[in-house]
T-cell receptor, first 113, second 115 residues
Framework: DQQVKQNSPSLSVQEGRISILNCDYTNSMFDYFLWYKKYPAEGPTFLISISSIKDKNEDGRFTVFLNKSAKHLSLHIVPSQPGDSAVYFCAARSGGSNYKLTFGKGTLLTVNP | GAGVSQSPSNKVTEKGKDVELRCDPISGHTALYWYRQSLGQGLEFLIYFQGNSAPDKSGLPSDRFSAERTGGSVSTLTIQRTQQEDSAVYLC?????????????FGQGTRLTVV
């Protein structure tokens, strides 16, 4: 049973526009959520995170929104740049003292010049 | 080095052979994770070491897979009698276990090809 779901395997956006990547989860015990970016032949790199006690976290062009009642989070990138083209993974951390991370299957973002 | 180091970066092995993959986590990180990514797939959880607690092995796909973490630092993932479906990129990550806001840092991965 997949606890973290990224239902869009791919997304294509024009340079300068907004990219919105979505993620749904089923486990209400998750207390911390992260987004990772992965380029081919490299390990995933941390991008931005949000605690379950917040509903928004912003870092430059990247903003993550959390809707706990809907068990949904999204990553907004604005303006999108060609260098943002990568696979984006949503991850969730189990609650309490358990630091295990559960990942979604990823969304391939392509930003067209 | 400052980051998570994995070796080898690439490994080609014959079906039926055993392989060992190594992970050197960031110094001081007490949590260590192994994931794998098969072609076109997401990150599949394998095993998780958290401090001195018993590891969470719930993601290991079969008893051919095992992992150790010696001295709370270096970890080795062993795959016995490799099969072609074991071909994947094996990723190791480590994190601090401190407070709420901790992220895992990944190594570059080991690309395993079973022929």
């Amino acid at each position: 049973d997949q606890q973290v779901k990224q239902n869009s395997p791919s997304l294509s956006v024009q340079e300068g526009r907004i990219s919105i990547l979505n993620c749904d989860y089923t486990n209400s015990m998750f207390d911390y959520f992260l987004w990772y970016k992965k380029y081919p032949a490299e390990g995933p790199t941390f991008l931005i995170s949000i605690s379950s006690i917040k509903d928004k976290n912003e870092d430059g062009r990247f903003t993550v929104f959390l809707n706990k009642s809907a068990k949904h989070l999204s990553l907004h990138i604005v303006p999108s740049q060609p260098g943002d083209s990568a696979v984006y993974f949503c991850a969730a951390r189990s609650g309490g003292s358990n630091y295990k991370l559960t990942f979604g299957k990823g969304t391939l973002l392509t930003v067209n010049p | 080095g400052a980051g998570v180091s994995q070796s080898p970066s690439n490994k080609v092995t014959e079906k039926g052979k055993d392989v060992e993959l190594r992970c050197d986590p960031i110094s001081g990180h007490t949590a260590l994770y192994w994931y794998r990514q098969s072609l076109g797939q997401g990150l599949e959880f394998l095993i998780y070491f958290q401090g001195n607690s018993a590891p969470d092995k719930s993601g290991l796909p079969s008893d051919r897979f095992s992992a150790e973490r010696t001295g709370g630092s270096v970890s080795t993932l062993t795959i016995q009698r490799t099969q072609q479906e074991d071909s994947a990129v094996y990723l190791c990550a480590s994190s601090l276990m401190r407070g709420l806001n901790t992220e895992a840092f990944f190594g570059q991965g080991t690309r395993l090809t079973v022929v």
